[in-house]
């Protein structure tokens, strides 16, 4: 399977606790989106790198949240100290930016990681 | 406030029916895209429309990006059960590292 994976893909936790995603993108592409989605909404950008640099936060994003993409390859996020308004499906994507058709960043999406905190 | 308007938000039809689902912004987009989702999975990219008046055919589905390329639809014909699912179009902006502002979905649902 060559698409985009997320590890796990389902995450139940108690409030206060640290959580951690794993994303795997599409191997030659070279960005890489952290999306969150809640229930009847779209998603929402959280965050994306280029290679391993990390290029724009949301808002979104507060000092909880980290994400790291070390060797510009996966990509981890992690929550840490979580609320229960951190409950979400959280999504990753990757697209190839350099030129010709991929310069549109056509996004493709992994299956989520959906976090439950209780 | 929505960025990205989608309208209706829910559809429920009989099989064979056509439908169109619209998507409305006031900005400007350098790129649209239409994805699918279906219940605990990541959206399925359906699109991509880059040219204003663009039209795209892909099966039973017709997209349209609008001449200002501020809006855009989806058309489909004949609509099946397997059709049933989130429609999402998300626009984007080459200049701020393409992120996608995403609508809030129509929510389709094909009896047969």
């Known amino acids: 399977d060559t698409g985009v994976s997320q590890n796990p893909r389902h995450k139940i936790t108690k409030r206060g606790q640290n959580v951690t995603f794993r994303c795997d993108p599409i191997?030659?592409?070279?960005?890489l989106y952290w999306y969150r989605q809640t229930l009847g909404q779209g998603p929402e950008f959280l965050t994306y790198?280029?290679?391993?640099?990390?290029?724009?936060k949301s808002r979104l994003l507060s000092d909880r949240f980290s994400a790291e993409r070390p060797k510009g390859s996966f990509s981890t996020l992690e929550i840490q100290r979580t609320e229960q308004g951190d409950s979400a499906m959280y999504l990753c994507a990757s697209s190839l930016v350099g030129g010709g058709r991929s310069s549109y960043n056509e996004q493709f999406f992994g299956p989520g990681t959906r976090l439950t905190v209780l | 406030t929505q960025l990205l308007e989608q309208s209706p938000q829910f559809l429920s039809i009989q099989e064979g029916e056509n439908l169109t689902v619209y998507c409305n912004s006031s900005s400007v987009f350098s790129s649209l895209q239409w994805y699918r989702q279906e219940p605990g999975e990541g959206p399925v990219l359906l699109v991509t429309?880059?040219?204003?008046?663009e039209v795209k055919k892909l099966k039973r589905l017709t997209f349209q990006f609008g001449d200002a390329r501020k809006d855009s639809s989806l058309h489909i014909t004949a609509a099946q059960p397997g059709d049933t699912g989130l429609y999402l179009c998300?626009?984007?902006?080459?200049?701020?590292?393409?992120?996608?502002?995403f609508g809030q979905g129509t929510e389709l649902s094909v009896k047969p």
């Open positions: 790198f280029q290679n391993e640099a990390q290029l724009e």
């Open positions: 429309v880059v040219t204003g008046g």
């Open positions: 998300a626009g984007a902006w080459n200049n701020q590292g393409g992120k996608l502002i």
């Open positions: 191997s030659e592409h070279n960005r």
